[in-house]
DNA sequence: CTGAATTAATCAATCGTTTGATTAATTTTG
DNA sequence: CAAAATTAATCAAACGATTGATTAATTCAG
């Protein structure tokens, strides 16, 4: 059947992603990820062609949700720059939790130097969501309701960098917070939430110019 | 001469430091290394014993100076919280951008899943880091000058992670930022003055309680 | 001369990949 | 429908290449 086929194919992506995710790349044999996704060797190359086929594979199931997942916040007229932000947050944090090896693999990828097609992909991609980002800082900043001395690029790295900090560094995160970073209920029901009101209750007073409010 | 030796070890765990930080251990070989040292093969292992014992080293140097860096900001009683807050982010940032390569190397062993003695003695050393600034930050809080709905550790995720997630992805970074975020010039006359701004604009509203300043 | 430094040659182990054979599934043919 | 032909999936075994490491011989320094 097709969809024995298919289910089988996730599978060793499944598997394929984990481990990459876990020991890199190059740490990762072809032997230890047939093994621990119980297939033999040979269908790896049968199924992707090669190790670096695999990889790439991976990235190109992901990427294709990707896309799909880029609603333009933008559009609404009648809600406020710090609205979107605060939008865009609830989905950026949404999203990373859904599927956390392939963050760190995607990481990992990005900080190696060696670039290539796939590379210059991830790349385009990326680039899309942080200048979406931009657009909505921007917009903020021209309508006056964001400061103008604003710094757009390192705001949007700081969105993404907290994050990856604390996912990509689990041992030390796990001792900073004080329970287990790996524990998927734990990150969902106390670090999800946290994380976004961390996050907006520290933008909101760097962007937003603040009005009289009457106390004190 | 021992000085002879001490330059050709040094010069060795230099290149190592760097190949490593641009391919990884798994990626870097011993014959990789040593081709661009310029030494013979064996050396590697006549000086350090084994590739993990090169890899070891290059630690064990970096940490040797990291210990002595650790000034106790927290003593001088004459100073606000905040006040050490920018004297913190000043050492900080001067500090990543002195040791580029070891830095990155740093982040890709923590984000490995294996643990070992390596990875336990830097997230001691990490810590202590850490739990120096939870301490300004708590006494700040402690002090009245500071909120108290502070998210301590997310703060710290904060300031490391914002110049992690910048230093190692340099081609996002370099694209998001519009220029080579490779450039050591670059770097040090724009990037880190607009590094420490950056922190320290966005720190100071979320943790400061401001106060009536007359102006609107 | 003696011990340390350096080299080329070599080692077993592991790497990613390929092979040829076998089984299971599908299609074609009469 | 049933037998034959074809394709797809799976496997154990082996390939050449590369890995980290070691050896033994050689060079160098004091």
Redesign the pocket.
Known sequence: ?DK??ID?KDHILDVAERVFSEVGF?G?????ISGEAG????????YF?????LFLAIFERRIATFKTLLVDINSDEHTTAWEKIEKYIEMYVERIFSNNCFQKMLYQELSMGKRGELTDNINKILMINVSEFFKIVQSGIDSGEFRKDVDVQMVTATMYGVKNYIMNTPYVSSVMFGFDIKDEEALNNIFKPRLKNFLKALLKPYLVIEHDHTNK
Chains 1, 2 share one sequence.
């Not at 062609?49 to 086929?53: A, D, F």
């Open positions: 059947m024995e086929k089988k190059d990762a044999s072809t032997r230890m297939v033999n060797m040979a269908m790896l190359n049968y062609g090669s190790k670096e086929g």
